[in-house]
């Protein structure tokens, strides 16, 4: 049977569920089997064309060629997991953007066929294990599967009849009382980050700025998410939060390949909230850039404020754009 699940219906089966085994039976097969809670969900593929065992750092500063991963995963025979260990792994299945989103983005081993191999499938999934590896290297590990069948087996019957996919519709959203303060988006000093990696950057600082999701999702398109639940998680985030950036630096970069990080330092704003009044604080951005076609894209994003560790501190004389800020003090150390 290899009738193909939904999204959301793949979502819905592997609630509550951890990562139990991992069985590699024949070169063309791949058993993959979570449990919990008394269930057991079992993923057959069959007639494997492709298989991968990639490592993503969680650090977006880290590029692939850097990345260590500290529990290798040796896939062959049977490799079982310890229920006390809980180890947090879904199941997702693949667009070819997102496919090649990750490949490019990750230490990849080819345990059989090639990328090229992949795509020609008629199932191409992604068995994500989260955060594998010691803290301070850790990555999430990822099991690429491209196979002609694909099966999956419960205690109970499962529906596989395919559902709607695109999630609930955007709201409204709520009308805030505070409003973002009138500085630019992005001012940044001269630097000799390429014209192509700072485009989206800019666009990224602007649109959240402007609450201009449209175009937010050309420059950052979040391809775990789908159709308005896209915006709907774009709005959420900037929008209900209160929260703005203003890029002021660009403090350093790198490339390999299709894949390019940036690091960009300026001052987010948030908006007051409990008692608590609306503050400025320096922070850090760190940005992973991936190049599609002729431009480039947003991957990934995390930042960190100095104030809390978060980030390094520089010294007043590092920092001359602190100065043409005028919409109140700046937390920085």
Excluded at 99 to 119: C, K, N, P
């Amino acid at each position: 049977m290899s009738r193909r699940l939904s999204r959301r219906k793949l979502e819905e089966i592997q609630h509550d569920l951890w990562l139990a085994e991992l069985v590699r039976e024949t070169e063309d097969s791949l058993l993959i089997t979570l449990a919990g809670d008394g269930r057991v969900l079992a993923f057959d593929l069959q007639g494997v064309v492709a298989l991968a065992v990639a490592h993503e750092s969680l650090d977006p500063w880290l590029l692939p060629a850097e990345v260590e991963p500290s529990r290798p995963l040796v896939l062959v025979g049977t490799v079982d997991f310890e229920p006390e260990d809980e180890i947090a792994a879904r199941l997702v299945e693949l667009g070819p953007d997102q496919f090649a989103d990750l490949v490019a983005a990750s230490r990849i081993e080819w345990l059989r066929g090639s990328s090229a191999a992949a795509m020609d499938a008629p199932f191409l999934v992604d068995l994500r294990v989260e955060n594998w590896g010691a803290a301070e290297s850790r990555s999430d590990l990822h099991v690429l599967v491209a196979a002609r069948e694909f099966l999956a087996v419960e205690d109970d019957e499962i529906d596989l009849a395919p559902g709607d996919d695109e999630g609930g519709k955007a709201d409204s959203g709520t009308i805030t009382s505070h409003e973002a303060p009138a500085e630019p988006a992005f001012q940044v000093a001269p630097h000799d980050l390429l014209p192509e990696l700072e485009a989206p950057l800019r666009v990224f600082f602007e649109a959240q700025l402007e609450d201009d999701f449209d175009r937010l999702v050309e420059v950052w398109p979040a391809h775990d998410l789908r159709g308005e639940e896209r915006l709907l998680h774009l709005r959420r985030h900037f929008h209900d939060l209160e929260d703005w950036g203003y890029a002021r630096a660009i403090e350093g970069w790198k490339r390999e390949g299709d894949l390019a990080a940036v690091r960009v330092r300026g001052i987010s704003h948030s908006a007051p909230e409990d008692g608590i009044r609306a503050l400025n604080e320096e922070c850090l951005w760190t940005f992973s850039l991936r190049r599609r076609g002729g431009d480039w894209i947003i991957r990934g994003w995390s930042r960190g404020w100095p104030s809390v560790g978060g980030a390094p501190c520089l010294p007043p004389d590092a920092k001359p754009w602190l100065a043409a800020w005028t919409s109140g003090p700046v937390l920085d150390d």
